[in-house]
């Protein structure tokens, strides 16, 4: 006959009642911990390149308001404040001539940066003024825009290409000599026969820019 092994028994009995205890037992959460300290800022980096030289002459601001192709009316304002630096560029689109009379200036600006085919969009004015600051001051103003896309809310666009303007009014024309520096505000009509929408349009602006007086060379 075996003998019962009390032992074994015993052993049995204590790991259970060490499991029970410790199953009994509820873990408490530790105290939280102060919170990390942020970081320094880091230094700021260089400005990048930016379009200084091609729009330190000023600028034109254009508004439009009219019909649509489909016969939506519209309305859209836009700064034009790119030009360029090549010689033949200067002479057409940012020069004041005296002559006998007056002055004449030609100044023509792009919505962005100029290239030959994907940034033509512009406009150019040419504007006579005789007798300039005096009494019987006479101010002609004709302005052409060039190959601008109007982009509209309901996301549709359409291009506005101008060759002339009617009922032109120039307002608060000044001209400084010494610093070339020429401003006014302007409205006008573009007949729906002289632009691409086939409808009449309202011209606005506001022109602020600095011109050039151009040295003849010797030809």
């Known amino acids: 006959m075996k003998s019962y092994n009390y032992i074994h028994t015993y052993k049995i009995l204590l790991v259970c009642c060490f499991g029970l205890l410790l199953s009994s037992c509820e873990v408490e959460d530790g105290a939280t911990g102060i919170d990390g300290v942020n970081g320094i800022d880091g230094i700021d980096g260089t400005d990048g390149l930016g379009f200084d030289e091609i729009t ?3 600028s034109i601001t254009v508004t439009l308001e009219g019909t649509r192709p489909d016969n939506q009316s519209f309305t859209d304002s836009e700064t034009f404040r790119f030009g360029a630096l090549s010689p033949d560029f200067l002479t ?3 020069t004041v001539t005296p002559n006998e009379s007056g002055l004449q200036f030609n100044v023509r600006r792009f919505l962005s940066a100029p290239d030959d085919a994907f940034q033509s969009a512009s406009t150019i004015f040419q504007l006579l003024v005789t007798n300039p600051g005096e009494a019987n001051q006479i101010v002609d103003f004709d302005l052409q825009i060039f190959n601008y896309a109007v ?3 309901d ?3 359409f291009d506005v290409t101008s060759s002339s303007v ?3 009014d120039v307002t608060d024309f000044n001209f400084n000599n010494e610093t070339n520096t020429l401003t006014f ?16 349009i309202s011209v606005s602006g506001e022109v602020d820019v600095i011109v050039l ?3 003849p060379g010797l030809e």
Do not use: H, M, W
């Open 213 to 215: 007086k151009e040295i």
């Open 185 to 200: 505000s302007f409205t006008a009509d573009i007949p729906a026969e002289l632009n691409t929408t086939s409808n009449d």
């Open 151 to 153: 982009v509209s809310e």
């Open 155 to 157: 996301l549709t666009f």
């Open 166 to 168: 009617s009922n032109a």
């Open 92 to 94: 057409e689109g940012n």
């Open 56 to 58: 330190r002459f000023g």
